[in-house]
């Protein structure tokens, strides 16, 4: 059921609940007042015929015996008198009322110009009963708070889920993760609302926790060269090496921690995917004329594609090849090949060496720096990742494989034409 | 006395070395466990051990660990990036007797040693 539904059913109920109240009140109201008038009038009826069978009216006195009327079983102050010509002869009960408020009455015109006035007292529930503004009065405020605790009971179980989110907005604004929050069953705006915030909250989570773990990463990775850098300078200052000595320890460690610096950067911006279309070829032919020696003497550049093989983005993949020759030369002895051959309806680049690779647990660490809930693991380089970063990017993958003479690292790439678009696209458009 | 530096930085070891050897110290200067165990340590009294090394995340910790199992009962200074209060804390069940942050400074290492080699 919808939450507009729900709101439209408690209102509603609210509105039935407060009807049928009205209504039974109505009902009972009615059942008492005639009950009510009926046992007056019945009361009224016996005590009037009482009188009149103990009234002597014989030899032109009236006589009245009061002993009937006294052992009549529901006596509740009934009065009467006996009027001729406007006169009263006689009274029984006390002075009779002079009007009809609070009391019932009744006339019985008798032989030879009397006339019997009976009059009974009404009680306050039949004075209540009788007066209908009163009753309407008192009702009002009784259907008016039920009303409202019915109407407030349900907005409190329909506007439940609603509070639980808003407690837990409160939670997120103060960077405090709440556990996701209950899903209202269904499918109404509600659930909608429900799953869109827990998403939210976990990507939230996920990317404050990234940003921390960047920082771990940056501060570690820095640390290194900055204390070569002020372990060299003292060196100097305490006399124990030479200008001429340090200045390429500082040079070294200065590019080194200007590498770090762009390579964090780089990871943490959405990846560059302006179109710069060229051929795998051209691209790999740069690669390999920027390794620097002696490096590039190991490096052999191995091309199996009939036709060109085109590739949407030069950039993209000139970043995820270069890092994976980088760290093939770096990690592994012996020659490096380095193929570039076609696959169904995609390019693949392979980078082998006669290394022993990656260990599988270091490996996922490499690919993923920032994405899991524990310490990233400092030095072992960006190249990869920066690498997974760029083929993503481009809606390709990279295998990682064992082989008996060493270790391959193969890049599926889309050929121009077959880029699957990924998160990465949707984030620039 | 006789100083065993782990440390696979040689832009780090070697003023940190070269430093000790002219105060007066013999410094055994390697880059990695597996080095540092083929050492005669018999005459060691003073480790000086980054804990990120070329065998793994933790295996300065655990050459600590290494030489108190097998009696090492001398001095123990780690150098190292990681800076979280684990780490520390780690160091301190090793029976560490300090903990340098890196960037450390020369003075800082020098300062440390001294104090060890007072008597």
Redesign the interface.
Known sequence: MSFRLKLFAAIAVAVLITAVLEGGLDRAYDHWHDRLEARTLVDLQLFTDTAVAALDLDGGVVGLDATELEALPRLRGERLRIVRDGATVLTFGGLFPSSSEGWALTARYLRDGYRLDVALPLSLLERVLGNDLLLDLLDLPLLFALAFGVAWAFTRIVMRPIRELTQALRQVSEQEFPKPVPVPEGEDELSELARSFNTMSASMQGLIERERAFTRYA??EL??????????T??LE?G??TTEATVP?LE??VQRMEGVLVALLALTRPADVDSVPATLDQVVQEIVSAVPLPGRERLTYVHRASVPLHVANAHLVRQAVANLVENALKYSDGRVTLIVEPASRTALVRVCDQGGGIPTDRLERMRKPFTRGD?P???LGLGLALAENAVESLGGRIDYLHRDDGFEVAVTLPTAGNHQPTLNDASKS | MHVLLVEDEPDLAEPIARLLEREGHQVSAVRSVTDARELESGSIEIVLLDVMLPEGEDAGFAFARELREAGYAGKLLFLTARDTARDRLRALELGADGFLLKPFSLRDVLARVREFASP
Request: hydrophobic share 40%; proline share 8%; net charge positive.
């Open positions: 501060s570690h640390r290194t060269p900055l204390s070569a850098l002020k372990v060299h003292e060196a305490l124990l090496a320890v070294r460690n310490h693991t400092p030095g």
